[in-house]
């Protein structure tokens, strides 16, 4: 992990912000889903509603702020350029946003003349980013920045391979082509889950825990082959899956164990931290991390398919979405405050510090909200007539603050910039 990072190959903040700021607003989206379908949601994680609200959740909010925190992180950690026009990102947004919309569609009204365009949309979108971030990521990067890069790479190729799954099943679902496709969604759940989120999480978490949260690094033989490790264990357990089930649960079973073994070490390096005052972000990753170890013990330990929906909720609500709302929190106001301070008509004193554009009570007000949602989610799957529509309304609470926080943001500095006066 390195501390030195090229601050000056970043963007131009349009280009991650764009994505970064629309996150949220599909969380809003994904509640007032569930909350129109009510306790029909959270009957089981094949629920019409569960699946439109899970991909607006997966490719509409993690999408578009993996997106975002992508674009920024890969050029001032390996200190390469990373090269994708205006027009290029922008068709990217649109395609995301549409895919991700046309797509919760599709799923929750079981409209079958959807599931194409929105796959297409959505893998279209990707394609763009994935060409840009690629050629990047196959630079030689700085032995410091390689934890974060190979995490990064094995990421792109979880995306390709769920992309690959999911068009696959778009077809299937649209009557054009004849698959199994309960197996193929299957595998298509884990690889974006496990293979693209999960992996990514872990390859960002080996740079920002240490650098935001000023903890000891990651052991050398973590960040090196934990990546492979957890790629090798998702590959075999697929492969077990199409072979029919043979070693399918062993390969689970260590893949759950190598997961939550991250989980605990990541929690220790932050019980180490040098800052004994824990930020919103802190507790975002504490919220993540405890997730993650949660889904993998439930899905080890308690009956399926009944346990399925709860799982899925610890991870995708509380650990994938745990911690990215923590780093859109670092990351946006930071992007702000830097790009202000390379304006060259900014004067001593008129770019407020990181902790005025974002004040941290801000982060700590949403955090609560979203751990009460998270909380009420978990209870909805077991009691979904008394707290299905409660937990809906608190997601979309959580959700529309952070949306709302991170603008306000952008909407001060946006007039702090208006204001200064040529050189």
Excluded at 251 to 271: E, K, W, Y
């Amino acid at each position: 992990m390195q501390r030195s990072l090229a601050y000056a190959l970043s963007p131009a903040p349009g280009l991650p912000l764009r994505f970064l700021l629309a996150a949220p607003w599909f969380g809003v989206l994904a509640a007032l889903l569930l909350f129109g379908a009510g306790e029909h949601a959270f009957v089981s994680r094949w629920s019409a509603p569960a699946l439109g609200a899970t991909h607006l959740l997966t490719v509409g909010y993690l999408g578009m702020a993996m997106a975002g925190s992508i674009l920024q992180l890969i050029p001032v950690v390996t200190g390469s350029v990373l090269t994708l026009s205006r027009a290029a990102a922008t068709l990217s947004w649109c395609g995301l946003a549409l895919g991700a919309l046309l797509l919760a569609a599709a799923l929750a009204a079981n409209l079958a003349f959807l599931f194409l365009p929105a796959a297409l949309c959505a893998a279209g979108a990707f394609a763009i980013l994935i060409a840009a971030i690629a050629k990047t990521l196959a630079r030689r990067a700085p032995p410091p920045a390689m934890p974060m890069v190979r995490g990064m790479r094995l990421a792109v190729a979880g995306l390709v391979v769920t992309l690959a799954l999911g068009v696959t099943l778009a077809l299937a679902f649209g009557g054009m082509l004849a698959v199994p496709v309960p197996m193929l969604a299957d595998l298509h759940a884990a690889w974006g889950l496990l293979g693209w989120v999960g992996m990514l999480v872990v390859g960002v978490a080996f740079q920002v825990i240490p650098m935001f949260q000023s903890s000891r690094m990651y052991p050398a033989p973590v960040t090196r082959w934990a990546p492979w490790l957890l790629a090798a264990l998702l590959a075999a357990w697929s492969a077990a899956v199409i072979a029919g089930g043979v070693g399918a649960s062993l390969a689970a079973a260590l893949l759950c164990a190598a997961l939550f073994a991250f989980a605990a070490l990541s929690a220790q390096l932050l019980a180490t931290r040098k800052r004994k005052q824990a930020d919103a972000t802190t507790l975002y990753w504490r919220l993540a991390l405890g997730s993650l170890a949660g889904s993998t013990l439930l899905h080890l330990l308690a009956p399926q398919p009944q346990a399925a929906l709860a799982t899925g909720i610890l991870f995708i609500g509380g650990f994938a979405i745990g911690a990215v709302n923590g780093m859109l929190y670092k990351i946006v106001p930071f992007l702000l405050w830097y790009h202000l301070q390379q304006d060259p008509r900014a004067k001593k004193g008129e770019v407020p510090p990181i902790r005025l554009i974002l004040p941290d009570a801000l982060a700590r007000r949403q955090f609560w909200w979203h751990a009460a949602a998270l909380a009420a989610l978990l209870g909805a799957s077991l009691l979904p007539a008394w707290l299905g529509r409660p937990a809906s309304a608190l997601l979309a609470v959580a959700s529309g603050l952070l949306a709302l926080d991170l603008r306000r943001a952008a909407v001060r500095c946006r007039a702090i910039k208006a204001l200064f006066q040529p050189s």
